[in-house]
């Protein structure tokens, strides 16, 4: 059965900032208060999602949430206009104003885990919805993405649309960015990564997805534990800031690319992955050594949360790869030693700038979400979200007229960001196929 992957990048929306949210996101941290530049963070978003395309390779768009939620504040116990809402907010709960006001969708990777249908019991997609119970900015997600992966896909006969596990810590799930797959173009190995199991605790910075998350999901997607694997996220990598396992390593097709601390037990990954790709493909791994990137450097400068993509009839693999890879003399010089080396799986580097993304620790892979499906599925798919030239210009002249230039930290608590971000995701269901009631201020 033949898959053609598609990635769905994360709209970044129009309160874009920087409040330091994220707990073991050391780029989170460092930019904490900065100013931020929402124009310009959308405007890289689409410029590398039109570079994907240019490339030859399918890309789509999932919508920037609404922010502030109004709905949600309101079953806080706040009442009132918006206005007098907001004050409130941030007279009595900032910590609350700031999750309220993040931008944080935008990082499409931890929307959702995919299942391809080939992997999948039932022969339908499976995707479950990521609680990303951990961070309270983040776990305000899972509605309105649940919402857009069924406007996406909403074939109930082609496509498994599952809502996020309950949100409590021993279930802790954070999507794409703990998954990933391994395939030679039919049905694959998926690889679960998990930072604990749901007894556990662990000083340092949180292990976000727990072991039992990674099983359930792996049950209710139907998947063969022939094909199936669950593997530790090293401890070693977590506390060097590795939040997510895509901050580490990255799989495409038969190739895993990986830093040397990345796994609890890589020996054991390595086997388990070689036994249960038996007759499938033939895994290669790349591993890159400690002594020549350090978790640090990998971790400011997201080498592996690079997206490796496959340009149609290539005979090796491209590294999208975020512009402080190539500012990093030492990620820079292993890309050029790996992309060198003859008959390499990694043949050639396409760098991208996301700097605004980067600076709130979100590399290229971190805006995507990946969704493998056959022709049969692609046609089944809500063909408004798929980017063309059209549509990514349309994209561009609605965030130009309708995002600020910059973004304080006291902009947040202005009443017109409100109206403001409104009536530009009222103007965005008009560009994609959204409707009059898609967002919950359209509703009420």
Partial sequence: MSLVEINFDGIIGPTHNYAGLSEGNLASFRNRDAIARPRQAALQGIAKMRRLAALGLPQGVLAPHARPDMAWLRGLGFSGGDAEILRRLWAEEQAIARAALAASAMWAANAATISPSPDCADGRLHASVANLQTMLHRFLEAEQTERSLRALMPDDARFAIHSALPAQSALADEGAANHMRMHGGGAGVEIFVYGR??????????????????????????????????????????????????????????????????????????????????????????????????????????????????????????????????????????????????????????????????????????????????????????????????????????????????????DLADPALITETQTALDDLARVLPLGDRFYPFQRA
């Avoid at 998350?213 to 022939?226: P, T």
């Avoid at 496959?310 to 890879?325: D, F, H, K, Y």
């Avoid at 290229?364 to 049969?376: D, K």
């Fill in 197 to 410: 199991a749901a007894h556990e605790a662990r000083a340092g910075f949180p292990a976000r997805q727990t072991l039992e998350a990674c099983r359930a999901l792996a049950r209710r997607h139907g998947l063969d534990a022939g094909r199936t694997i669950f593997a530790r996220q090293a401890a070693e990598a977590i506390d060097a800031g590795a939040f997510h396992n895509d901050v580490v390593a990255v799989a495409h097709e038969n190739v895993l690319f990986h830093h040397e601390h990345a796994f609890a037990d890589k020996a054991a990954l390595y086997d388990d992955i070689r036994a249960k790709a038996a007759g499938l493909f033939e895994p290669v791994f790349v591993e890159i050594a400690a002594r020549d990137v350090s978790l640090a450097d990998a971790v400011s400068s997201y080498l592996f949360n690079s997206q490796l993509v496959r340009e149609p009839g290539a005979a090796s693999l491209t590294l999208i790869a975020p512009s402080e890879v190539r500012e990093n003399n030492k990620t820079a010089a292993v890309v050029a030693a790996l992309i060198d080396r003859p008959n390499a799986p990694i043949g050639r580097v396409d760098y991208v700038e996301v700097r605004e993304s980067m600076r709130n620790g979100g590399g290229p892979a971190c805006l995507r979400l990946r969704i493998s499906v056959t022709q049969a599925e692609r046609a089944a798919l809500a063909q408004g979200f798929l980017l063309t030239d059209a549509l990514a210009a349309a994209l561009e002249v609605w965030v130009r007229k309708h995002y600020r230039e910059e973004i304080a930290p006291a």
